[in-house]
Structures are given as C-alpha cells and as structure tokens.
C-alpha cells in the first residue's frame, strides 16, 4: 500500500511539473491562451456585430485557422447574456467575451473594471446606397462585370476561398454587389487590419483641425508613461507607418507577441509600450499591429475622458460626416479601441471610407483630410519594398493595377480598393485561409468592364485579368 501511495505520489509530482513546464512555455503561455482566445472573441463578434449564424461564423472564420487545435478547444455560447467562453478541454486556459450594445465584444480577463452594463447604441439606422442600374449599363460591359463578380464566388476554387460579399462604387455610386448565402448588405464584415486605414483616416481628421502633429515627438502617451527617453522619439506617423521600432512582431503562429497581445492582454497600448526597442524610429519598417494599438490609444484620448464621449468623438469625426452608421469599433478591456484589427462594418460602409480618398478628403462640400493627405498616406515607407504607405497598402510591382492606387487590406482576405483614376471603389470581404483571395483579380476585371466615354482612353485591350498574384500581405490574427 505505501508503494502505492509513492508511485502515486511521484505521478502527481511529475504531472504537476509538466502542467508547469506547459504553462511557462510559449504554447502554454501564449498559444494555448490565443487559441481560447480567439474563439471567444470571433465568435461573440462574428454572432451578435456581424449577425452571421455562429455555425457559418466557426465554419467558415475559426475552424481552419485552428488546424489541429480545433479539436482541443471547445466554446459555449449564452445567447441571453450574449457572452462566450471557450477554453481547452472545457478545462484549461479558459477565455470569456462579452457582448455590449454599440461596443461589440470585448475579451475580459477581470482587470481594469470592466462594465459589463455599459452601452453606447448607435443613433441611426445603416442607410444603403440604392443599385443605379442606369448609371452601371452607361459606363459598364455588364456582362463582363456580373462575370468577374460572379467569378469571386462560384466554382470549386471560389469556394476555396469563401467570399462572402463584394461591393463597387463608381462616381460614388453602387453598380454591383453581391453576397454569399448567410451574408447580406446588412452584414457588418469584419475588416480586420483594414481598421488601420480608419485610424489613419481619424488621424488626418484631427490633423485637418489642428488638434494633432503627426511628426511630434513625445506626443504618445502610453511610452511617456514607461518612462524611457529612448521611446519619447517616436510619433505618430512612424507609428502609422509601422516603422515604430519596438518589439512587438506579428506572424501568425499564434506564439508571437502580437497574439499575445490581441487575446492575453488587459491593455494593450503598455503591452506595446514597453516592447524592447530594436530600432530607431523610422530606421525600420516590420509591419507591426502594436504600432497602430498605440497611435490609436494617442487619438482616443482627443476624443473625450470617457469611453462615450470617444465613441461620439470618434463617430463624428469619420463616421457620420460620412453617412456611416453601421460601424462598430470594438475597445479593449481597458476602453481602448482596438484600432489596428476589431472594427466592423457593412461592405457599403467600408466603401464610404475608401470613397473619402477618391474624393481627395472632401465630402458634401467640407474638407475632412488636409489637401495633401492623400499624398502622405500613398507615400512609400522606406524598407517597405514600396508596398506600404500610412496606415494603406500599395500596388506591388506586376499587380497591373494603377499605380496611382491604395488598398485596405485585413487578414483572411479583406480588401479595399481605390482607385482615383478610374473613379472606383471595389470592396471585398471573405474568410479566406491558407490561399489566395485573388482580390487583384477581381479589381482588375472591374477595371477591365469599365466603358468609359470616348473621350477618355479607354483600359488596354489584352490584360489578362486571371493572372495569379500574391494579394495577401503579412496581416494580424
């Protein structure tokens, strides 16, 4: 019996050394944790923000990023309370987000004081733009547009990379969308890392009223805060040019630092500001969502002291002069805005973003954007190989697309074209994993349907719309 008891006993011991081991290893300190993490979060967004069937939503978003993990990690939903948890085994490394009214959700780790009862409703009712057919069969081949919008999302290869919603302004007008089943105009798609485009936007509106210096140093609260005279160089724009410097590195493996921060963290912004420096600002760019975490911390707090006066500061500065009313942009559990991934929004909305900048900044006669802010943010970064400007992406060289144009861009297939020239706005939202959306395509077949009058060129005969390019950029989880 005694032999018993010491075997027993050394199993424990070994059992809770490894328990240990795990947990102070990155799998059990950061993957783990990410992968509980982001169940919750996505599905309590992707249910009750975007109102997509939560089947759809795990299906379609969750299951193949998890891989192998999927197995592991269970999640239950309480529709009353619109809350989720998940961990792993129903046991371990347990997560839970919360559902607010005009907040969306937000993970909660029990810091900070979080107020579950809070809300901040959004006043008005999404307003969609109407089809203008006629506008469409004067300035389209309309058989070549309804095919390359119909390519997007039929066929065994589509349906590899599960489009769920495409819509094109021109002049400002609607003349295509379409949607996959379980998706309508009324879905707020997640934009993902196209919410650095809308903070970027937010920066330029404060620019545009003299409340903000992009090129300020030791403007950026969160790095006062650390103390460190090294991090008093950086500004604004280096931030939004992801050329911050600090060690805060994103690659989707789920063990990075960004993991860590977007689903382990009560507040983000320290998370980022006290990264190890491992360059001089704007000596190095690595695109980085912690860069943009702690820029968007900087304009918030402009905004107003509370978490509703921000919410109505930052709606009526880039949301309702717009006629967006849709938007939903999620705060962390400290009430900061998790501007670098977590806003949402219809695929008509996110088109009235990206037709600010085909409107050069102004809308119904009042300049939102200072004169030359389209110029700032279509301005390569240096080290970016020319494919990145402020807070946009731009074309890579043998994209065939203008050379003239910038792009939103989100993980899982998010896009957002602009294209001034042309007078176009193209947006394209999907939950594609593991290949290429082929959203240069589409853009390229719309551009190719356009029949503008005679007096203006024409686009060249021959292009071939179907060329296979790598569309993705590295992105955040």
């Not at 040019?241 to 320290?270: H, K, Y």
Request: with cysteine; glycine share 10%; hydrophobic share 40%.
């Amino acid at each position: 019996m005694k032999k018993r008891y010491i075997v027993g006993g050394a199993i424990a011991v070994l059992l809770a050394a490894g328990v240990t081991a795990l947990n102070l290893s990155p799998i059990g300190r950061v993957y783990l944790p990410s992968g509980t993490g982001i169940v919750a979060k996505q599905m309590c967004s992707l249910t009750w923000v975007s109102g997509l069937d939560p089947d759809q939503a795990y299906d379609f978003y969750l299951e193949p990023l998890l891989g192998d993990a999927a197995s592991l990690i269970k999640y239950d939903m309480d529709a009353d309370n619109r809350e989720v948890t998940s961990s792993v085994l129903g046991l371990f490394w347990p997560q839970r987000a919360v559902w607010r009214d005009g907040l969306g959700c937000t993970l909660v780790h029990g810091g900070y004081g979080f107020d579950a009862e809070l809300t901040v409703p959004v006043e008005q009712e999404f307003a969609p733009f109407e089809l203008d057919t006629a506008h469409r069969d004067e300035w389209f081949d309309t058989e070549a547009l309804d095919a390359v919008i119909a390519d997007a999302f039929d066929g065994v290869e589509a349906d590899s990379r599960q489009t769920l919603g495409v819509a094109v302004l021109h002049q400002g007008r609607l003349v295509a969308e379409h949607y996959a089943d379980g998706a309508s105009r009324d879905t707020r798609f997640h934009g993902w890392s196209m919410t650095k485009s809308a903070m970027t936007t937010l920066a330029g509106t404060l620019v545009q009223e003299g409340r903000l210096d992009i090129d300020a140093e030791g403007a950026i609260p969160a790095l006062a805060e650390v103390d460190d005279i090294r991090l008093a160089e950086i500004t604004i724009a280096d931030l939004l040019r992801m050329a911050g410097g600090l060690a805060i590195a994103e690659d989707n493996t789920g063990t990075d630092p960004n993991s860590e921060m977007l689903f382990t963290q009560s507040d983000m912004p320290r998370y980022a500001a006290t990264r190890e420096r491992l360059y001089a600002p704007g000596e190095h760019w690595q695109y980085m969502s912690g860069n943009t975490i702690l820029a968007t911390d900087t304009m918030q707090r402009l905004l107003g002291d509370t978490l509703p006066e921000q919410v109505a500061g930052l709606r009526a500065h880039i949301f309702e002069p717009l006629g967006i009313y849709s938007a939903i942009m999620e705060p962390g559990e400290n009430g900061v805005f998790q501007g670098s991934s977590y806003m949402y929004a219809t695929a008509h909305d996110w088109a009235r973003l990206a037709l600010l900048y085909m409107n050069d900044g102004m809308v119904d006669g009042r300049r939102l954007l200072p004169e030359d802010w389209y110029d700032i943010v279509a301005e390569p970064t240096p080290g970016s190989d020319g494919q990145y400007g402020m807070g946009f992406w731009l074309p890579a060289e043998g994209s065939l697309l203008p050379p003239e144009t910038i792009m939103l861009s989100g993980f899982q297939g998010q896009w957002g074209y602009v294209l001034p020239e042309q007078e176009l706005v193209i947006v394209r939202f999907g939950a594609t994993t593991g290949v290429n959306s082929r959203s240069g395509g589409l853009a390229r077949g719309v551009i190719a349907a356009l029949q503008p009058p005679v007096t203006t060129p024409a686009p060249e005969a021959g292009t071939d719309v179907d060329i296979d390019i790598d569309d993705t950029p590295t992105d955040d989880q």
